[in-house]
């Protein structure tokens, strides 16, 4: 008997359209869990291939990407937020980290330091519980991602999209990289670590990837009912904040994010992209440029 292909995929919004075309399905196993989570979970065998942080990648975890795929962001995110609880960003000292963010932590000490000058040794950061509201942190800003970071923005009036009455500011991390940048920023990767799986888990999640763009009316429809939200934010959110490719442009992006991340000795030395079957896309050196 054949067995089933493992996936491992977090529970946010922005990934649904790419796992509603093989949730349920046969031959096909999902489970969702924490960013936070799927890396270890791939390693230990448990998944055959999963969506996991950019930078768990980039620390040299032994994968293979699946090429085409990625969730990113081309300008603000709107889901991956820093509420500031002073009114200037150089004011921070202390900064809340949600706990199950990885790559969104890395990407907020680059943008502190990168954008706003605040040195890596000059902002203390510690975790922050899921389920601890964001007053009752002693932190000057908290660092909030998924579905939580949008109903807290709406709930706070802080979105991009809409004017802001809020005292303190609230930084989106997707705009502020692309503002220090121009680039794409991503933030999750599809991967596996078993080369042989490279290509036809390709075939797989490109397909469930054209159902769920396709369907993106219906998916908003539905998860706007689970997270208590607008049909119309959710359609907007999914179609205008965030980009589901994993060309170029975005990997020109995860370049410069590795560079930076290198910098501050929050990544590992000598990361390429290792995409299994070179034959299908050329082979990205990560501190350079391409190489066929």
Same mark, same amino acid.
């Given at each position: 008997m054949k067995k089933s292909l493992r996936v491992g995929a977090v529970p946010y919004l922005n990934t649904k359209p790419l796992v509603a075309g093989i949730e349920g399905g046969r031959g096909v196993e999902l489970r969702l869990a924490v960013p936070s989570q799927l890396p270890d979970l791939l390693e230990r065998g448990e998944l055959d291939v999963a969506l996991i942080p950019s930078i768990e990648y980039l620390r040299g975890r032994p994968f293979f990407v699946v090429p085409d795929t990625s969730i990113a962001s081309r300008g603000a995110v709107e889901s991956v937020l820093l509420f500031l609880r002073v009114p200037r960003v150089r004011d921070i000292k202390r900064v809340a980290l949600d706990e199950s963010s990885l790559t969104s932590s890395t990407l907020v000490r680059i943008i502190l330091q990168e954008r706003y000058g605040l040195r890596l040794s000059s902002v203390e950061y510690i975790p922050w519980p899921r389920n601890q509201d964001i007053n009752d942190t002693q932190a000057d800003a908290v660092l909030v991602i998924g579905d939580n970071a949008m109903k807290m923005a709406i709930s706070r009036g802080t979105l991009q999209r809409a004017p802001t009455t809020a005292v303190c500011p609230t930084l989106d991390l997707g705009a502020e990289w692309k503002a220090l940048t121009g680039l794409p920023f991503v933030y999750a990767l599809w991967v596996t670590s078993k080369k042989g799986l490279v290509d036809s888990t390709r075939r $797989?999640?490109? %397909?469930?990837?054209?159902? !769920?763009?396709?369907? $993106?009316? /219906?998916? @908003?429809?539905?998860?706007?009912?689970?997270?208590?939200? /607008?049909? !119309? =934010?959710?359609?907007?959110?999914?179609?205008?904040?965030?980009?589901? %490719?994993?060309? /170029?442009? /975005?990997? @020109?992006?995860?370049?410069? =994010? +590795?560079? +930076? @991340? $290198?910098?501050? !000795?929050?990544?590992?030395? !000598?990361?390429? $992209?290792? =995409?299994?079957?070179?034959?299908?896309?050329?082979?990205?050196?990560?501190?350079?440029?391409?190489?066929?």
């Open positions: $797989l999640l490109n %397909e469930a990837k054209r159902r !769920g763009l396709a369907a $993106l009316p /219906e998916i @908003a429809r539905r998860e706007a009912k689970r997270l208590g939200l /607008e049909p !119309g =934010f959710c359609l907007r959110y999914l179609s205008e904040n965030i980009c589901y %490719e994993l060309g /170029e442009e /975005e990997i @020109a992006g995860l370049r410069q =994010f +590795y560079r +930076y @991340a $290198l910098s501050m !000795g929050l990544a590992s030395e !000598g990361v390429n $992209l290792d =995409f299994g079957n070179k034959t299908h896309i050329r082979e990205s050196t990560l501190q350079g440029t391409d190489s066929t």
